[in-house]
């Protein structure tokens, strides 16, 4: 099965990039399914792939609904709307790429559980790149202590598609090390723990730095 193979493959280069920086740590593989249809997302959890993504609320609860069968853990990894936070922020098991207050607020106002979310960084300072600059972070992070649903358990970030590997090395890492400062500080709320950074075109670079989620869609199903 050529699906079942490229996830083997897949697995198997986390772990080589693993054992090149001495890392035991766990490394989750998401499998991102906006490119392609519910059969095919099906195909991937049945092979073991039990993490999906999606960056479209849209296709997310298209796909929510037709798995609803199976065991799977979803990441909604996109940009959200805040007037389309009702309809999915109680389905999914992980948010990607918490970004301002306000969207903050409003997911707040409509949990019923708690929220497990990633605060996207945007380490590289591209004017076209969602999130909170590196230098914003701490005090993001402070504020969000009032949202008593949300829970950071890590940073996320995406790097540019034309990043060189001495660049790509630096804005990992420049993630990790705001990951170590949060982290340090020990909040309830804001455990830091996490780091999710990597695609199909980096995540091996990404593991060597040190995430613990790398979103993969393209070598998947290319």
Not at 40 to 69: C, I, M, P, Q
Not at 139 to 154: P, T, W, Y
Not at 163 to 185: G, I
Request: aromatic share 6%; charged share 30%; glycine share 4%.
């Amino acid at each position: 099965m050529v699906l079942e193979e490229r996830v083997r493959a897949i697995t198997q280069k986390i772990s080589k990039a693993k054992a090149l920086v001495h890392r035991e740590d766990a490394v989750r593989f998401i499998g991102v399914t906006k490119y392609v249809d519910t059969k095919k997302a099906r195909e991937l959890v049945e092979v073991g792939v039990k993490d999906l993504a999606e960056n479209r609320t849209d296709l997310f609860l298209e796909k929510y609904h037709a798995l609803s069968d199976l065991e799977v853990t979803w990441h909604l990894i996109g940009t959200l709307q805040r007037r389309k936070v009702k309809d999915v922020i109680n389905l999914i098991d992980y948010f990607h790429a918490l970004d301002s207050l306000k969207l903050a607020e409003e997911i707040n106002k409509r949990a019923e559980k708690e929220i497990l979310t990633f605060v996207q960084v945007n380490v590289s300072g591209e004017a076209s790149k969602h999130g909170i600059s590196a230098e914003e972070l701490l005090d993001f992070i402070e504020q969000l202590k009032k949202f008593e649903s949300i829970k950071v358990v890590g940073l996320m970030t995406l790097a540019p598609i034309e990043a060189t590997e001495p660049q790509l090395r630096n804005y990992f890492s420049k993630l990790r090390k705001c990951r170590d400062t949060v982290q340090r500080l020990g909040l309830v709320h804001a455990p830091c723990t996490e780091l999710s950074m990597g695609m199909s075109r980096d995540y091996q670079i990404a593991v060597e730095e040190g995430a613990t989620y790398v979103r993969i869609g393209s070598e998947l199903f290319r």
